[in-house]
T-cell receptor, first 115, second 111 residues
Framework: GAGVSQSPSNKVTEKGKDVELRCDPISGHTALYWYRQSLGQGLEFLIYFQGNSAPDKSGLPSDRFSAERTGGSVSTLTIQRTQQEDSAVYLC?????????????FGSGTRLTVV | GDSVTQMEGPVTLSEEAFLTINCTYTATGYPSLFWYVQYPGEGLQLLLKATKADDKGSNKGFEATYRKETTSFHLEKGSVQVSDSAVYFCALLYGNNRLAFGKGNQVVVIP
């Protein structure tokens, strides 16, 4: 597609439920990133996929968080047993190999609210 | 670890005023530096970047110079417009192609 597409744009869920957030990167981009944007906390790195390499999961805050990328394209971020502190905007970005020197293209994000 | 620090708090100024947003970094070596902008309801967009010391990145009237001596990459614009109202993030590129972002500054330009 023309840009990075994320869905849903907004998600309200009850504490304890599982949620799945989807990211559709720019066609041909081999690198895909997930970040979390919390109020007053800036952007927090979560996970990075590059081609067929093992993902860099070093930013995932707990084992309730996981992500996969199927066929080198669409990615799904899953949060199990959601907690109120998981409320944030989850941003996905993609780039060509080597990240174009940091020139990521971001999606508009999914705003997650855990009630 | 490598990180960036932005000045605290929102910035409110009048149209045509001069804008400065401070950014300093901590890093081993000399990472590439970036400013990203997030307009209301949109995703982050790359505004400008600099890849080595003394480089000046510029775009849309904004400028930032990579200062190794002061480990800074301050963003400036000589005459802001209402359409510049957005959140601005400073960032650096570190190991394994990851960006580390500052907390961002909300800029509000009043007509």
């Amino acid at each position: 597609g023309a840009g990075v597409s994320q869905s849903p744009s907004n998600k309200v869920t009850e504490k304890g439920k599982d949620v799945e957030l989807r990211c559709d990167p720019i066609s041909g981009h081999t690198a895909l990133y997930w970040y979390r944007q919390s109020l007053g906390q800036g952007l927090e790195f979560l996970i990075y996929f590059q081609g067929n390499s093992a993902p860099d999961k070093s930013g995932l805050p707990s084992d309730r968080f996981s992500a996969e990328r199927t066929g080198g394209s669409v990615s799904t971020l899953t949060i199990q047993r959601t907690q109120q502190e998981d409320s944030a905007v989850y941003l996905c970005a993609s780039s060509s190999f080597y990240g174009q020197g940091g020139g990521y293209t971001f999606g508009s994000g999914t705003r997650l609210t855990v009630v | 670890g490598d990180s960036v620090t932005q000045m605290e708090g929102p910035v409110t100024l009048s149209e045509e005023a001069f804008l400065t947003i401070n950014c300093t970094y901590t890093a081993t070596g000399y990472p590439s530096l970036f400013w990203y902008v997030q307009y209301p309801g949109e995703g982050l967009q790359l505004l400008l970047k600099a890849t080595k010391a003394d480089d000046k990145g510029s775009n849309k009237g904004f400028e930032a110079t990579y200062r190794k001596e002061t480990t800074s990459f301050h963003l400036e614009k000589g005459s802001v417009q209402v359409s510049d109202s957005a959140v601005y993030f400073c960032a650096l590129l570190y190991g394994n192609n990851r960006l580390a972002f500052g907390k961002g500054n909300q800029v509000v330009v009043i007509p």
